[in-house]
């Protein structure tokens, strides 16, 4: 699905972007990189959603921002397997709401700024970006269904309709009044890996072998996004659902999984295990900085400096032919 305008005067500017639901994090920021190469201005919405400034990218790519949604989707189709739904904009409500209009797998949709408020007429009022069910609701009762009747109505009764700030908030954008700029903004500083048993386990063979598979996703998350965790936390989930916790800092940032490995079994050798009945793990690394500003040590153990060479051959593996194709013997892959 594609609509809107070629290159005029007063091109849309924002772009909205719509994940599949229940997106894998890694994934997740995998499109962020993708929306990265078409702008320097991306704002992360997590889980499954993202803004970007495209006055750059128009620049270099060129004033059709039809073309520009297209190019997205054939990337996240070819690299990541997945379609998204592109709405585009002259402010962030507008694309938004043109974003949640496409049907799935995907589609782009660009509404010109001198077309929004014809676009918008006919649109009903809970499919305004920003509109709640209870707020739709209120309006409904006062025979407000679409968003250009509630343009119509005076700003003042629409506060009477749904509160002071809502109200003005709901009136500005159904008149297509959204100052709010596209913030540069990245996800939180924490990567976490999990597994969950399909039986309660007491077999610690099974537990440390999960534990070494953990590592192994999280390290190379954490070098497919560039970054070094300073920090890493066990969370143990047992039958009838207590859980244990405890974090501590690796000794300096890192990203490999001998580092990894070797604070994770600590971890583990701390929680003490005897005859808890576990559910679940979880692996976070924590306080994540760019790997770029971690220095580089010279290493005199020409062990670690190979492992080091095969781990970074094994992430271009994996990278070719997926993640479960190579790793550690002792691993438990059910995850």
């Not at 402010?91 to 782009?108: D, F, H, L, Y």
């Not at 580092?259 to 576990?278: E, I, S, V, W």
Request: aromatic fraction near 2%; charge should be positive.
């Amino acid at each position: 699905m594609s609509t809107g305008a070629g290159p005029v005067c007063g091109m849309p500017t924002v772009m909205h972007v719509r994940c599949p639901d229940r997106l894998p994090e890694e994934t997740y920021r995998e499109v962020l990189e993708q929306l990265a190469e078409l702008s320097p201005v991306v704002q992360a919405l997590p889980p499954t959603a993202a803004l970007v400034e495209l006055r750059g990218a128009l620049r270099y790519h060129g004033p059709d921002t039809s073309r520009l949604g297209e190019m997205l989707r054939v990337r996240t189709i070819s690299r990541l397997g997945i379609d998204v739904r592109v709405g585009i904009g002259p402010s962030i409500t507008v694309a938004a709401t043109a974003s949640a209009q496409i049907p799935e797998p995907g589609g782009v949709l660009a509404v010109a700024p001198d077309q929004a408020a014809d676009w918008f007429a006919p649109l009903p009022v809970e499919a305004l970006h920003g509109i709640g069910p209870r707020q739709a609701e209120a309006l409904h009762d006062y025979g407000i269904h679409t968003v250009g009747l509630l343009a119509a109505v005076s700003p003042a009764t629409v506060q009477r309709l749904l509160g002071g700030k809502a109200g003005r908030t709901a009136s500005d954008r159904a008149r297509g009044i959204d100052p709010r700029p596209v913030v540069p903004r990245a996800l939180p500083s924490s990567a976490t890996v999990r597994c969950t048993f399909d039986q309660h386990t007491l077999d610690g063979t099974t537990v440390r072998a999960t534990l070494v598979d953990l590592v192994v996703q999280l390290g190379r998350l954490l070098r497919r996004r560039g970054q070094a965790a300073r920090a890493l936390t066990l969370t143990l989930r047992f039958a009838g659902g207590t859980s244990w916790e405890k974090t501590r800092r690796l000794t300096e940032p890192s990203a490999h999984d001998d580092d990894l490995r070797t604070l994770a079994y600590q971890l583990m050798d701390a929680a003490g295990l005897q005859r808890g009945r576990l559910t679940g793990i979880a692996l976070k690394g924590e306080d994540l900085v760019d790997a770029d500003q971690v220095a580089r040590q010279i290493s005199l153990d020409a062990a670690r400096e190979a492992r080091l060479v095969a781990e970074a051959a094994m992430d271009r593996i994996r990278d070719k032919f997926g993640p479960g194709v190579i790793g550690p013997a002792a691993t438990r892959r059910a995850c």
